[in-house]
């Protein structure tokens, strides 16, 4: 069972620091649109771009830590591996940039993230007025969100590739040549393995961060 907890002070550091940063960056960024005249639907997306976007900063880095210490298990000469071990010797091997390889993928899974969970989520309680049946609307509207937002699954099968291939001592490939290489595999099904459990993830996410500030009124 603690196999499934593989990485855990990294996605521990990661989730610490994903949420302060995603609430700031998206609570101003909706405010100030507000400000300006802008609908909810526009600020609400526009939020979600800004605060995913600033999460890729934090979430670059930890997810390479993370993908590297699960696809090195149990491999001859990584048996001592921890997060610290992991990060000096991609530093060493390929400076402070190599922690942020994958930071393009990563950013924009990020910006279409949260773009969508906050624009699917207001057009839910907004435009379908699900809001009118209180937290259960609210809270419908955020499933609806997570659930709409896995649409980008894609960019995310790119983004664990490419880091997986770093974890691994492997030169990574460009964007394109994953989703090819991807396409080749399995076809279009092929870039969506791993929806299923995105799905819950992301379920669990707008709830907190989308669905809580729209109550509490950010």
Known sequence: MLNLWSGT????????????????????????????????????????????????????????????????????????????????????????????????????RQASNWASRGLFTELCRTNLKLSRFGLIGEIGSGVIGGVGSCWNTPIETVRVLMQRDVGMGLEPK?????????????????LFKGVSPRAVQAIWQTVFMVVVPNVLGF
Not at 79 to 105: C, F, H, T, W
């Open 9 to 108: 002070p990294s996605r521990t550091i990661e989730g610490a620091l994903l949420g302060a940063v995603f609430l700031v960056g998206s609570a101003a960024t909706k405010n100030h649109f507000l400000k300006m005249g802008a609908g909810k639907n526009l600020a609400a997306m526009a939020g979600g771009i800004v605060g995913g976007v600033a999460q890729a900063v934090v979430m670059t880095p930890a997810g390479m830590v993370f993908t590297s210490l699960n696809v090195n298990k149990g491999k001859p000469g990584h048996e001592n591996d921890n997060a610290l071990s992991v990060a000096r010797r991609i530093i060493e091997e390929k400076g402070i940039q190599g922690m942020y390889i994958g930071a393009n993928p990563m950013a924009l």
């Open 174 to 190: 460009t964007f394109g040549q994953y989703i090819d290489q991807e396409m080749e595999k399995g076809g279009v099904p092929k």
